[in-house]
């Protein structure tokens, strides 16, 4: 497995996928019905493949496959994160859009300025755009809140101030 793995999940677990993104780490996930397919496109773009399909386990498959508990979101991350000894840090957090996986490029507070709501111009001066579907991030509660969950959850991350 390379140093920073990339992963598909199934339609059942679009919330460990987010919270893979919002991490750094490139995760798809697969639309259609979890089988022979999805495994192909696994292979095909080295993705570690994660599931809860016990019946994946059991078809030919030379790539990696981890199955995760049927547990809540906060505790498959912090499976998939132990298992794989994932390195979790805050610098790489919010790199990639929650939405469609794609890259996340710093835009100007001037190039926001009729996308963002007035109380988000007025207080922040960051702002990253997905270079794919257009969504605009920046350093609100949000941060706060993952931070809230990750610790919630037993997730451990170095972390230095980037609220605003």
């Not at 919010?94 to 890259?103: D, E, T």
């Not at 001066?125 to 959850?153: M, Q, V």
Request: net charge positive; hydrophobic share 35%; aromatic share 10%.
């Amino acid at each position: 497995m390379s140093a920073q793995p990339r992963f598909i999940t199934d339609a059942s677990l679009t919330g460990l996928a987010k919270w893979l993104r919002l991490l750094g780490y490139d995760t798809v996930v697969y639309s259609g019905k979890a089988g022979r397919l999805m495994m192909r496109q696994a292979q095909d773009q080295r993705r570690v493949l994660l599931t809860r399909r016990r019946d994946m386990l059991e078809r030919q498959f030379s790539g990696d496959i981890l199955l995760l508990p049927a547990a809540g979101t906060g505790r498959q991350l912090g499976f998939v994160i132990r298992k794989l000894s994932l390195k979790i840090d805050y610098e790489n957090m919010y790199r990639i859009c929650l939405i469609c996986n794609s890259r996340l490029c710093p835009t100007t507070r001037g190039d926001v300025h009729d996308l963002v709501p007035p109380f988000v111009y007025e207080n922040y001066d960051r702002y990253n755009r997905c270079e794919s579907c257009g969504k605009i991030y920046w350093p609100g509660t949000h941060i706060r809140n993952a931070l809230k969950f990750l610790k919630d959850n037993d997730i451990t991350i170095p972390v230095h101030d980037q609220t605003r």
